[in-house]
């Protein structure tokens, strides 16, 4: 027999011998399984057995033999869905349990819907100015000899700020001084010789007129030396100084920058429509641009009878009341003045409204969660806004917290947490107090 043949004889007994394999493999497996089929009556059988033998046991006996039975027919389904698939995967017939965990509840802060009166408000800006302020000037040449104040000086009308050297004034106020006496001599010489007829009218009349003029200079020599000492024109303080000493000034220099700070006045532009709700002595609320928190109370001084064609609007000018003297001349500032008032309106407060989409929401608490709400709002202040729609009276709203918050999120106050911690340390305090004395007793 040649080679040739010998191979496909070959080839057969080799898959021949791995089918025989395999029916043996499946025959074990098979087998096995209905063995266990056949061992689950029994223990079943054998758990009842143990379970009546045991009833005459006491109460703890039985709960024993009650979990061992339960124990065996968990086993017993355990291998019923096993077999030949739990064989080939490997014996592991345990199903995973899944367990839902509960949402953990966000803790917020919470405030009741509630009424009260809300302004309408008119803000504007401004810059703060004063009742007078003025720039002095130099009416005299000369050179600067003494500086009597400086920047922030309070100061009063009339009071010397400056001194100019007044030497050339002075000699030529002793010059002028000494003409007007010597003219007024021979005024009184001609005098007594017109009575006399010793001398005629004319001659008296020009003797007068040349005591006149000399006069006058005189006069002009006592004002030009009392230029150089340069006053206050009025009380106020001294904002800015021009010069320094040893400085040559010229006529109309400016030397001093002098305001009055008492009081204090702001001027703002109103749109026409908003005047007519305003009135003089009306108060209002000034805020500094470098500390929004806090103002000053101020009134309307005055309402200008004109309006502005190029823009529209009024001057409303604002005194202010006892400025401090941290507010300062330019200093911007908002002016807020109360334009109407809406009585007994429902409010929230406004730090829990939400923006979202160009629309205005709240998340308002019901039970144990929060229901997402659009709202429209009103009038405003600084910490509430008026509710149009979508709120009612009793309702409570989420002030803090609500950032993470979404429709349906369980939530839980802070400030209950703490009045019920507050309250369990208190009744606990009680109840040792009270088991003390039953102990003295």
């Not at 009597?148 to 010397?160: M, S, W």
């Not at 006069?219 to 303080?237: H, Q, W």
């Not at 204090?264 to 749109?271: A, E, S």
Request: negative net charge; proline residues 3%; charged residues 30%.
């Amino acid at each position: 027999m040649s080679a040739s043949q010998d191979q496909p004889r070959s080839r057969r007994r080799r898959v021949l011998r791995a089918l025989g394999g395999l029916v043996v493999l499946v025959a074990i497996v098979a087998g096995a399984t209905l063995l266990q089929r056949g061992e689950e009556p029994e223990t079943a059988e054998a758990s009842e057995t143990a379970a009546d033998s045991a009833g005459t046991d006491s109460t703890a006996v039985a709960l024993d033999d009650s979990a061992a039975t339960d124990s065996t027919a968990t086993q017993a389904k355990k291998k019923k869905r096993g077999g030949f698939f739990a064989f080939l995967g490997g014996g592991n017939d345990e199903e995973p349990e899944e367990e839902e965990e509960e949402e953990p509840a966000v803790p917020v802060e919470m405030a009741a819907v509630s009424r009260r009166d809300v302004p309408s408000y008119f803000t504007g800006t401004a810059t703060v100015e004063a009742l007078q302020e003025a720039q002095v000037l130099a009416k005299i040449a000369g050179t600067v000899e003494k500086i009597l104040v400086e920047e922030g000086d309070n100061v009063e009308t009339g009071q010397v700020l400056l001194q100019i050297d007044d030497a050339e004034e002075a000699a030529r106020l002793q010059e002028l001084r000494v003409r007007a006496q010597s003219l007024q001599n021979e005024y009184e010489r001609t005098r007594s010789l017109l009575e006399k007829d010793l001398a005629s009218d004319r001659e008296f009349e020009d003797k007068k007129l040349l005591m006149d003029e000399a006069a006058a200079k005189l006069l002009v020599g006592e004002i030009r030396l009392d230029y150089t000492k340069v006053r206050a024109p009025f009380s106020g303080r001294v904002t800015l100084r021009h010069i320094d000493v040893g400085q040559y000034v010229q006529v109309n220099e400016a030397l001093f920058d002098v305001a009055d700070f008492d009081p204090l006045l702001v001027r703002v532009y109103m749109p026409e429509r908003q005047v007519d709700r305003i009135e003089v002595g009306q108060r209002v609320r000034v805020f500094p641009d470098a500390k929004d928190d806090l103002s000053h109370p101020g009134r309307v001084r005055m309402i200008a009878p004109v309006v502005d064609t190029r823009s529209g609007t009024v001057k409303v000018t604002v005194e202010l009341d006892a400025a401090p003297e941290t507010l300062r001349i330019g200093s911007f500032v908002r002016v807020q003045i109360t334009t109407d008032m809406h009585e007994d309106a429902l409010v929230i407060p406004k730090v829990a409204l939400i923006e979202d989409g160009g629309e205005t929401y709240v998340f308002r608490a019901e039970a144990d969660s929060v229901v997402k709400v659009r709202v429209e709002t009103g009038y405003t202040d600084e910490e509430f806004a008026e509710v149009l729609v979508g709120l009612d009276d009793d309702q409570r709203v989420i002030t803090v917290g609500q950032g993470g918050l979404k429709h349906g999120t369980r939530v839980r106050e802070l400030g209950a947490e703490t009045a019920e911690s507050d309250a369990d340390e208190e009744q606990s305090s009680e109840d040792e107090a009270g088991d003390t004395d039953v102990a003295r007793k």
